[in-house]
């Protein structure tokens, strides 16, 4: 309980941050830094984490190195492994909540649904599921972009006898052993569970829609001797960070349209394949037919061998229907099976989670939305004032550490706050002028990049818009967020 809930007082939070993930952990960290300590965090969960308490799936790691995925101020010589696993990464973020003091600003099991601003008084109410409404001056949406898991629509799927879950809600209470199981799905959450299912199963299936482009992953455990260096040598750590920056920051070439090195990638990976799937018609199906880049690179060295497995299928048929009893694909087989597990992936448009935010003069955000999001930065919407969005549109990366883009975000919003509070402003609003500048040049960039077209991916609406990729290399972002330009801002003081 912070001071002043302890005496009962009714005035609005100075911020109310929404998600205790790594967005809503950084900013609060930020924020206390800043001297700014009236805030509290809301979460819908019973614990801080985000993405990384939810992806419990056997397997789950992150296919960026850990020395990179971690805050710039809170360097880990710890790490067991280069990549390392989920509840590593977990236990980080519950070590940083720890340290930097957080914990008295949590408030678990409040479900945000609904954000209406009041323009008079320059606060935010937001809605809360069973209990009374919040106010705030500024709120920071720290949803993520994978939060909500998706589900395809599938004839008869609600029909299935059988144990069924979602990776990111993984059923640890299903015992696969000896099971007939299937993946619904192949993309970074898949590859990484399907080894381990592969394992225990009777019989794998995985139902693929499309191939995807897998690099090998270099990993292994750290030595205690590194650790200790990494512990004793700042500089060592340091290196050890920035060698995982340039080499990824240079990976961006590759996603360029007209990229020798995408090219050369390619014919890299394709003689992999020859390696590692010996099965041609095997090695088929995981050629894709798109340029590397274009879905997400996935990372694994187990993923290959998994399939070459006797008991491992992969079928590219598209499912018909789902039956009480397992899948019919269109090619009109039927594959009999205990289990279903859905890899499908999340629904990736929204960025603010379901919350049904309602901006100035009675905007809806969804509705400003409807052709594809769009922010300044990815952090700021215009008729939206006061609002602050972390991993918003254009901010996620195909080839590095998004920690550093809500670092990014992170320093820019707490600049904006001071300057909110400082100023005890009622309105500040990006420019619609400003917010349609800057997202011109992404999209002029992304024509540039191997997102636009040639593949289905998470990264575009319907309509082929990439909304959800930045279009550089992270440094141009750190540039463009160092520090906010306030002439592209309305801003308002409070009355009286
Ligand atoms: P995803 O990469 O979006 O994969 C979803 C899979 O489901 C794809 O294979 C997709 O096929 C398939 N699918 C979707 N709808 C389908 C349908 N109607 N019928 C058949 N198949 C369908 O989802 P994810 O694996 O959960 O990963 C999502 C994101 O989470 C990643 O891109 C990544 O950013 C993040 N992630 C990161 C890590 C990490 O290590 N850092 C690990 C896991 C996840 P298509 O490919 O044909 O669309």
Same mark, same amino acid.
Request: hydrophobic fraction near 40%; glycine fraction near 10%; charge should be positive.
């Given at each position: 309980m912070t001071s002043k809930e302890a005496t009962g007082g009714s005035s609005p939070w100075t911020v109310v941050i929404v998600g205790a993930g790594v967005s809503g952990i950084c900013a609060a960290i930020k924020l206390r830094q800043a001297g700014i300590t009236d805030f509290i965090i809301l979460d819908k969960g019973n614990r801080v984490g985000g993405t990384w308490r939810d992806n419990t799936y056997p397997g789950a790691a992150c296919d960026v190195r850990s020395h990179f995925y971690s805050f710039s101020f809170e360097p880990n010589p710890d790490w067991s492994r280069i990549y390392s696993p989920q509840p590593e990464i977990l236990a980080y973020f519950e070590h940083c909540v720890e340290k930097y003091d957080v914990g008295p600003h949590l408030r678990f099991g409040q479900e945000v649904t609904e954000a209406t601003f009041d323009e008079d008084r320059g606060v935010w109410s937001l809605d809360v599921v069973g209990g009374a409404p919040v106010e705030a001056r500024t709120v920071i949406l720290g949803c993520g972009q994978l939060n909500r898991p998706a589900f395809p629509e599938l004839q008869g799927a609600g029909s299935f006898k059988g144990a069924t879950f979602h990776s990111a809600r993984w059923d640890h209470h299903v015992d696969l052993t000896g099971k007939r199981v299937a993946s619904i799905g192949n993309g970074a959450s898949a590859i990484q569970y399907v080894p381990e299912v592969a394992r225990e199963a009777g019989h794998l299936t995985v139902f693929q829609r499309s191939a995807n482009w897998i690099v090998a992953r270099e990993d292994r455990a750290y030595t205690d001797k590194e650790k200790q260096r990494f512990r004793s040598v700042p500089l060592a750590r340091l290196w050890a960070r920035w060698k995982i920056y340039l080499v990824n920051e240079f990976d961006f070439l590759a996603f360029l349209k007209e990229s020798w090195l995408r090219r050369r990638r390619e014919k890299a990976i394709r003689a992999w394949l020859e390696e590692v799937i010996p099965d041609p018609g095997l090695r088929a199906t995981q050629t894709p037919d798109y340029p590397l880049g274009c879905k997400r690179i996935l990372v694994s060295s187990d993923y290959f061998p998994a399939l070459n497995k006797s008991h491992v299928d992969v079928v590219t048929s598209p499912i018909a229907q789902i039956r009480p009893d397992g899948v019919e694909t269109?090619?009109?087989?039927? %594959?009999?099976?205990?289990?279903?597990?859905?890899? @499908?992936?999340?629904?990736?448009?929204?960025?603010?989670?379901?919350? &049904?935010?309602?901006? +100035?003069?009675?905007?809806?955000?969804?509705?400003?939305? &409807?052709? *594809?999001?769009? &922010?300044?930065?990815? !952090?700021?919407?215009?008729?939206?004032?006061?609002? %602050?969005?972390?991993?918003?549109?254009? @901010?996620?990366?195909?080839?590095?550490?998004?920690?550093?883009? !809500?670092?990014?975000? #992170?320093?820019? !919003?707490?600049?904006?706050?001071?300057?909110?509070? *400082?100023?005890?402003?009622?309105? %500040?609003?990006?420019?619609?002028?400003?917010?349609? +500048?800057?997202?011109?040049?992404?999209?002029? &960039?992304?024509?540039? @990049? #191997?997102?636009?077209?040639?593949? +289905?991916?998470?990264?575009? @609406?319907?309509?082929?818009? #990439?909304?959800?990729?930045?279009s550089g290399p992270i440094i141009e972002y750190w540039w463009k967020t160092r520090r906010p330009d306030f002439t592209e801002y309305e801003e308002r003081p409070r009355e009286g």
């Open positions: 269109q090619d009109g087989r039927f %594959f009999p099976l205990d289990v279903i597990i859905y890899g @499908t992936g999340f629904e990736t448009m929204s960025f603010v989670g379901p919350i &049904a935010v309602t901006g +100035r003069n009675g905007r809806k955000l969804d509705e400003a939305w &409807a052709r *594809g999001a769009e &922010a300044h930065r990815g !952090i700021t919407v215009a008729g939206f004032p006061n609002l %602050f969005v972390c991993y918003g549109p254009n @901010t996620n990366l195909g080839h590095h550490s998004i920690i550093f883009m !809500i670092e990014c975000q #992170v320093r820019y !919003i707490v600049a904006c706050i001071r300057e909110i509070v *400082g100023r005890d402003l009622a309105v %500040f609003d990006v420019r619609e002028e400003a917010m349609a +500048r800057s997202n011109r040049q992404i999209q002029d &960039a992304m024509k540039k @990049t #191997v997102w636009e077209g040639g593949c +289905r991916s998470w990264y575009k @609406t319907a309509e082929g818009k #990439v909304t959800n990729n930045w």
